[in-house]
């Protein structure tokens, strides 16, 4: 599997060095690219009673289709399709009454985590300060990003019990938020914030969960 993916990769980067070495200064360029994120996770906008939750982190990974809006190249759009998984420690105990999702405030320091496989599609404005020849620049790249839930499974560990609940009717499918990249070379900084809760039509007592994921960590582009 490991020289597969070495091989793909030599074979998209051939092409992408032959056109950039054909390229002279002012030509029109585009930045196609392979991008990966390594994030920590945190989760805001929680009820009051929930005191907080143990550390978390996402991957992402995928492709950018680059879209020229100038002769220059510096300035474009870009849309994208791509795979992230979250590991989210989030504070909450789950259970099942009467054929029904609860969630209580975990009192008990047990562990409470939620795995997601999501599909992304990004969409990013972006400016970089390069030309045809110049590899390496400063970049920001502001966007928004949709995601669609492939699966979610709520694992709940203590010293007596263990148990999970996969694909949870009240999770949200769709996930939206705003993201920004600023960085120089194949590395710029990462945020991503969540526009909507993660779970829908839940509460504690009267008090509504309204949790939504931030992303903030690294990402790497791959030309």
């Known amino acids: 599997m490991k020289k597969l993916i070495f091989l793909f990769l030599i074979a998209y980067s051939l092409p992408s060095v032959a056109q950039k ?7 029109r360029y585009a930045e196609d690219q392979l991008y990966m994120i390594v994030s920590y996770n945190q ?8 005191k907080g939750s143990g550390f978390s982190y996402g991957l992402s990974t995928g492709f950018m289709k680059d879209l020229i809006l100038n002769k220059q190249g510096s300035i474009s759009m870009a849309l994208g399709v791509g795979y992230n998984f979250d590991l989210l420690n989030h504070g909450l105990t789950i259970s099942e009454e009467n054929n029904n999702i609860t969630f209580q405030v975990d009192n008990l320091g047990a562990t ?9 599609f990004p969409f990013e404005l972006r400016w970089r300060g390069s030309d045809a020849q110049t590899y390496k620049f400063w970049r920001v790249y502001m966007g928004v990003k949709a995601s669609y839930n492939l699966s979610n499974n709520f694992k709940f560990t203590n010293e007596t019990d263990s148990f999970s609940f996969r694909n949870v009717a009240s ?17 710029a900084a990462h945020i991503y914030y969540g526009l909507n809760p993660i779970l829908k039509d839940t509460s504690l007592g009267t008090a509504d969960i309204s949790s939504k994921i931030m992303r903030i960590g690294l990402i790497f582009y791959l030309l």
């Not at 070495?21 to 030509?27: E, K, R, T």
């Not at 989760?43 to 009673?49: D, Y």
């Not at 409470?112 to 992304?120: A, F, S, V, Y």
């Open 112 to 120: 409470n985590k939620l795995l997601l496989h999501n599909l992304e």
């Open 43 to 50: 989760l805001f906008n929680q009820p009051a009673m929930v």
């Open 21 to 27: 070495d054909s390229l002279q200064l002012g030509d």
């Open 171 to 187: 999770y949200n499918t769709w996930q939206y938020g705003l993201t920004l990249s600023v960085g120089y070379d194949v590395f």
